[in-house]
C-alpha cells in the first residue's frame, strides 16, 4: 500500500455533494467530447472471449480475471476485460464506421495487479473511444490536433464547473505542451520515468508526453506499452499536475493505432511473434480492419482532479486495503 495525504487535507465538498458533482462532471464531458470528435455511444462488453487477442495486454505481465461457462456442451474461457483497446477498433468494422467518425463507450475493467494507492484502483472505469483515420492521418500533426481537441473539452469542462460553483478556482492551464520521451530523457538523465513526468508538469502544467513504448536512447523505454494497439511512435499521455497531492496525474493514454507494418515491427520487437496466431493479430495482418486512433478517458481521474480530492476511493466505490481505510479514516478521509 503506498498513500500520500497532504497536511491539512479537507474535502470541499461532502459525501451527497460529491455524487452530485460527479454526475455533473460525466454528463457534461461525455456531450463535448462525442460533440467534439464526432462520435456515438456504443455497448462494450464486461467480458471476451480468452485466447482471441481482444483483451487489452496491457505491460504483458498483468494477468486478467476469468471463469468459465458451458458452451454447446464443453467448458469456454472467458476473460473480464483490462481495457477495450482492441475490441474498439473490431467494433468500428462492425459498425462500419466511416473515416472522420468514431464511437465511444462506457468502459469498466478489473486490473487485480494494479497496487492501490491515491490514484490506482482495482476498478479501472473510463471512456473507451476510437475514431476511423485514413493512411494519410497517420502522422504526428494529426495526433496533436486531437489532443488539442480532447484538452479543449477538459477546458470547457473546467468553464463549467467555474459557473457552477461560486468558490471554484481555475487549475488548467490555457494550452498544452507537447514533449516526447526522447526530450523528457534529455532533460532530466538522472531522474526515473516517474521523476520526470513530475517535473514537467510542474514546470509546464499540461503536457501531451508523445512516443511511449520503444527504447530511448538510454536503451529503457519511458514505460511499457503493449505492442498490439498504439504505434509507439504516434502515441502518449495527457499528463497534468495535480496541486492537491504535488504531482504528476495522467488523465489519458491514447494514440494512433498500429497499421500491419507497425504490429509487426513491435511484436518483434517484444518478442511476442506468437500473438500473430491469434484471431485479433490476424484480422491486423490481412488488413480486414480499419486505420484507427483511439484513447481512454479515466472518468473517476478527472472527477478526482477537477474536485480536487486527494485518493480516487473519494469519487469511486471499490475495495482499499484494510490498512488503508483505517489510515484514511484518522484523517477523516470517507473512501467509497
Request: charged content about 30%; overall charge negative.
Amino acid at each position: 500500500m503506498e498513500l500520500q495525504i497532504p497536511k491539512g487535507y479537507k474535502s470541499s465538498l461532502d459525501l451527497l455533494e460529491t455524487q452530485k458533482a460527479i454526475k455533473i462532471i460525466k454528463d457534461f464531458f461525455q456531450y463535448r467530447l462525442a460533440e467534439t470528435l464526432n462520435l456515438t455511444r456504443v455497448s462494450a462488453p464486461l467480458f471476451v472471449r480468452a485466447n482471441t487477442g481482444i483483451n487489452d495486454n496491457l505491460n504483458g505481465v498483468e494477468k486478467p480475471v476469468g471463469f468459465e461457462f458451458l458452451e454447446d456442451g464443453t467448458m469456454s474461457r472467458l476473460e473480464i476485460v483490462q481495457s477495450l483497446a482492441k475490441w474498439k477498433r473490431i467494433a468500428l468494422k462492425n459498425y462500419n464506421i466511416p473515416v472522420g467518425e468514431g464511437i465511444y463507450t462506457d468502459m469498466n475493467a478489473i486490473r487485480p495487479s494494479e497496487i492501490c494507492d491515491n490514484t490506482h484502483s482495482l476498478y479501472v472505469d473510463q471512456w473507451d473511444w476510437e475514431k476511423v483515420i485514413s493512411n494519410e492521418h497517420r502522422n504526428l500533426e494529426f495526433l496533436k490536433e486531437t489532443v488539442r481537441n480532447i484538452y479543449k473539452c477538459f477546458l470547457d469542462t473546467q468553464t463549467m464547473l467555474i459557473n457552477s460553483y461560486d468558490d471554484y478556482e481555475k487549475i488548467l492551464k490555457d494550452e498544452i505542451t507537447f514533449i516526447t520521451t526522447e526530450e523528457l530523457e534529455e532533460m532530466y538523465p538522472d531522474n526515473t520515468p516517474e521523476e520526470r513526468e513530475n517535473l514537467i508538469t510542474k514546470k509546464y502544467g499540461s503536457v501531451f508526453l508523445i512516443g511511449i513504448g520503444d527504447a530511448l536512447k538510454s536503451g529503457e523505454s519511458h514505460s511499457d506499452r503493449s505492442p498490439d494497439y498504439d504505434d509507439w511512435s504516434l502515441n502518449g499521455d495527457i499528463l497534468v499536475y495535480n496541486p492537491v497531492l504535488d504531482n504528476c496525474l495522467e488523465l489519458s493514454s491514447m494514440g494512433i493505432r498500429v497499421d500491419k507494418d507497425r504490429l509487426v515491427y513491435q511484436l518483434d520487437k517484444k518478442q511476442n511473434n506468437d500473438r500473430k496466431n491469434l484471431e485479433y493479430h490476424r484480422m491486423l495482418l490481412n488488413d480486414e480492419l480499419p486505420q484507427s486512433i483511439g484513447g481512454g478517458i479515466g472518468q473517476s481521474r478527472i472527477c478526482m482532479f477537477f474536485l480536487q480530492k486527494a485518493h480516487i476511493g473519494e469519487v469511486q466505490s471499490s475495495i482499499w486495503p484494510k490498512e488503508m481505510l483505517v489510515e484514511c479514516n484518522k484523517l477523516g478521509i470517507k473512501l467509497l
